[in-house]
């Protein structure tokens, strides 16, 4: 592959990626040497358009010059410019209103916050969240819902964490709802899960919907 640029003289220089060379003899060789780096960077350059990050989903590479950023849709409607590697990183995975829902939720004064409730009504929050990859099979795709409006009408529902036990949902196909939920021991949370090979196949099965959706 080759490229025609003008040098900084009227000669005309000949940029080869794999072996750049001025034709012209010019003293122009770190300007050569930085638009040969340029032009490679293109050329390995990942493509995220499609890809989801969090609750950002990338619509196409930013318009801007300079760094190289990809615009992004987050789940709330807000656009928003992002350099690849926070992206790839996890550094950002919203357009700012996940720090801001989070920091209003631990400003609430129910004066409970990090204890053993308050810690299992995040966590079932989370799973059924659209942008949590590694649950979404599981909880969200499922069409499995958190519907509880806050942590105080959570603790109403449940009342406190009893020791040895963890939240549960009696139907396991249900939502996180009034009447759905409890406090549950290991055992009985193993008798109500779904067996290895359904969650395995309905897993597989919305992998791959996904996959064809793009």
Known sequence: MQNLLQCDSPTSIE???????????SNNMERL?????????????EDLTGRRFGRLVVLERGAKAGRVKWNCRCDC??????????????????????????TTERNITHGMCKTPEWFAY??????????NEEKRHNYYDRGIQFKFESFEK???????????????????????????VRWATPQIQRINQRPKHVWEAEKAEILKSRLTSY
């Open 154 to 180: 959570f603790f109403e529902e449940l009342g406190p964490k009893p020791e040895g036990m963890w939240l549960d949902r009696q139907d396991n196909n249900g939502n996180y709802e009034p009447g759905n």
């Open 15 to 25: 940029l080869i990626l794999d072996n750049a060379k001025c034709i012209c003899y």
């Open 77 to 102: 409607g807000a656009r928003k410019d992002v350099a690849a590697n926070h992206l790839k990183s996890a550094v950002i995975t919203s357009c700012g209103c996940l720090s801001s829902e989070v």
């Open 122 to 131: 995040w966590a079932a929050k989370r799973r059924c969240s659209s942008t």
């Open 33 to 45: 040497a930085e638009m040969t780096n340029h032009y490679k960077n293109m050329s390995k350059l």
